[in-house]
């Protein structure tokens, strides 16, 4: 199956400027949003992700897992060594929609309402982005008067995620983020390994060792990807599941 090629109307804008243009050669690619076989709708083997995202091109490489941080902190162990940065992240599902907590140490139970959510995450050093905040079918996105109410809270707002509804929300999230004046990400929200590094951040090459470093990163960056229809996401996860249900071990 063929991914419906992006309208040139939807496609992402730059969203910030960097100054004298660095060459290719001096950039990198930053995904900020990303499932692993940690997730329960994930089958993706930790062990490919050096290799994809290599292939694709991103050198640094959030998972953020529905709820777990462990496959975060084993890839992060793999990685050592391999050029791959791994954010430790999660996406957590608080009782009033899904915030994504980055650098952090420990898991953060789902079920806390969104604003005990962001204490814990801020608790650990870490930074709270927005992901899909905009969109109305993804089901367990933060509620809107939440998220007018905790925005001063918001570190990273997702204004690219390759697996919205429509590119549209993308657009809305870019004008809140611009609104409140903050960084910007992609996402590739990947559920399968195909997926992996459809969306992310170009900015000029450096070292990710905090969050200090990823905010003024992203403030020098780009946001860019490849948009999917969720019907052709959704079927590309169908057959990941039922391919890699033969071909992985049982757990
Ligand atoms: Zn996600």
Not at 194 to 204: H, I, N, S, Y
Not at 206 to 223: K, W
Not at 225 to 242: C, E, L, N, Q, S
Request: aromatic letters at 6%.
């Amino acid at each position: 199956m063929q991914a419906p090629r992006p309208d040139p109307a939807e496609a992402p804008r730059e969203v910030a400027q960097s100054g004298a243009t660095p060459t290719l050669a001096e950039m990198m690619r930053i995904d900020l949003h990303c499932h692993s076989e940690a997730s329960h709708d994930s089958r993706t083997p930790l062990s490919s992700f050096v290799q994809r995202c290599k292939t694709r091109g991103i050198s640094v490489q959030a998972i953020t897992d529905h709820n777990q941080v462990w496959g975060a902190k084993k890839l992060q162990e793999i990685c050592q060594g391999t050029g791959l940065t791994v954010i430790v992240g999660e996406e957590i599902s608080s009782s009033e929609g899904e915030l994504i907590g980055l650098f952090l140490e420990e898991k953060i139970p789902a079920g806390l309402s969104a604003k005990e959510t962001i204490a814990h995450i801020k608790a650990q050093g870490g930074l709270v982005l927005l992901p899909h905040g905009f969109d109305p079918l993804k089901r367990w996105r933060l509620r809107p008067q939440v998220l007018e109410h905790l925005s001063s809270h918001i570190d990273i707002v997702e204004t690219f995620n390759a697996r919205i509804s429509r590119p549209h929300w993308n657009r809305v999230a870019m004008r809140w983020a611009d609104q409140h004046q903050l960084p910007q990400s992609a996402g590739s929200d990947a559920h399968t390994l195909a997926q992996v590094g459809d969306a992310w951040v170009q900015t000029p090459q450096r070292p990710i060792n905090g969050p200090e470093d990823l905010l003024e990163a992203l403030r020098a960056g780009t946001v860019m990807g490849r948009w999917t229809h969720p019907v052709v996401a959704f079927a590309y996860k169908i057959w990941d599941f039922a391919h890699r249900a033969t071909t992985l071990p049982p757990t």
